[in-house]
């Protein structure tokens, strides 16, 4: 009888290891190609708006093996202006998402706002259609540039409520070799390399590619702005959805339709 059970067993084993395997092999794909992300405040707004759901590609630069750090091919390096993904150098239990701006060797310094990169001016020009700050919080204080950081083009906001504040300026510095110097769009309402210093290059998580739901649910903020193991935001991914759903039927959370599907500039 034993017997008959030890082997029951062992086929039920048998049995699983092709969705064992599925499940292993999922979990190596996201961990060395795609790295999903949900944006939780409003830091890069208006690019990325608190809510949005994106896609990192992880082998944008690099291939990792799965689960580790090491690297097996080398692809490239960050382009002045990508959208990256990265684990915060004093919490490294967070990840960021801000655009690299200063590249190893950059030359770096801001007067009243305005960007220069090796002495030369980034420029940016008033943005006349406003429309994209539709739900910004004090969108009446914002104004909407578009700024020109060496060819890549991108929305760049400042808060006329800090004019003049000493915050708009960064004396001149030098990206150390291996690290970025990286900030966020929303210039006076972002915690960047600013505040905290260079982004070391093995802490990059990916690019970010592609935003393939936009919306947002202030209930849901707690979960949103945690750091979760994979099986939990696995878990969180699934629960918060029906709660998200639900929330939008009665009128408490609202979908972004415009962005959805959109490449991240």
Request: hydrophobic share 40%; charged share 25%.
């Amino acid at each position: 009888m034993a017997d008959q059970e030890n082997k029951s067993l062992v086929q039920s084993i048998k049995n699983s290891l092709p969705l064992l395997y599925l499940i292993v092999g999922l979990f190596a794909l996201r961990s060395s190609l795609v790295e999903p992300y949900v944006v939780p405040t409003g830091s890069m707004e208006p690019t990325l708006k608190t809510g949005d759901r994106l896609y990192a590609l992880k082998c944008a630069y690099d291939l990792k093996f799965p689960f580790t750090n090491w690297t097996i091919l080398k692809f490239g390096d960050v382009k002045r202006g990508d959208v990256i993904l990265f684990q915060a150098p004093r919490r490294p239990e967070m990840t960021y998402v801000k655009r690299a701006v200063g590249l190893p060797g950059d030359k770096l310094e801001i007067q009243n706002g305005v960007l220069y990169v090796n002495g030369q001016e980034m420029k940016k020009s008033e943005y006349p259609d406003r429309s994209v700050l539709y739900d910004i919080e004090r969108s009446p204080d914002k104004r909407l540039y578009v700024e020109d950081l060496s060819g890549r083009n991108h929305f760049v906001i400042l808060d006329s409520m800090l004019d003049g504040n000493p915050s708009r300026n960064l004396e001149p510095i030098t990206v150390p070799e291996g690290h970025l110097f990286a900030v966020g769009d929303n210039r006076d309402n972002s915690y960047d390399s600013r505040a905290w210093g260079f982004v070391p290059v093995e802490n990059l998580k990916g690019k970010a590619m592609f935003i393939w739901f936009s919306g947002w649910d202030p209930l849901l903020k707690e979960n949103m702005v945690k750091e979760h193991s994979i099986p939990m935001q696995i878990f969180y991914f699934v629960v918060d959805f029906f709660r998200f759903i639900g929330d939008w039927i009665q009128g408490q959370a609202w979908i972004r339709y415009e962005k959805i599907g959109t490449l991240i500039q």
